[in-house]
């Protein structure tokens, strides 16, 4: 059964940073994109950054400059590092990967790590 286990997640004070890490863990041929998305309370999840296979990546307008998309596959792992971390960047973070078991790739997430950005 593949998983997705995150971590690096906690309280932080505005311009600091953090470190989020998701590792894929189970029996799979091949992982796809890779990304983070983050879930504000009473908001929608919505799409941080993606790394595609070939390490291309992208960035939501209000990250870019702020935040690193990186993936070690020979870990099966992705990361995001958090710079210059503002109040309004609070909220579950969660990484999603498309993954090829047998067949056709399919969609896993992880389970959210909690990011506060408070003073």
């Known amino acids: 059964q593949v998983q997705l286990v995150e971590s690096g997640g906690g309280l932080v004070q505005p311009g600091g940073s953090l470190r989020l890490s998701c590792a894929a863990s189970?029996?799979?041929?091949?992982?796809?994109?890779m990304d983070w998305y983050r879930q504000a309370p009473g908001k929608e999840r919505d799409l941080v950054a993606t790394?595609?296979?070939?390490?291309?990546?992208n960035y939501v307008d209000s990250v870019k400059g702020r935040f690193t998309i990186s993936r070690d596959d020979a870990k099966n792992t992705v990361y995001l590092q958090m710079n210059s971390l503002r109040p309004e960047d609070t909220a579950v973070y969660y990484c999603?990967?498309?993954?090829?078991?047998?067949?056709?790739?399919?969609?896993?997430w992880g389970q959210g790590t909690q990011v506060t950005v408070s003073s």
């Open positions: 189970g029996s799979f041929s091949s992982i796809n994109v």
């Open positions: 999603y990967a498309g993954i090829r078991t047998t067949g056709s790739f399919r969609s896993y």
């Open positions: 790394i595609a296979r070939d390490g291309s990546t």
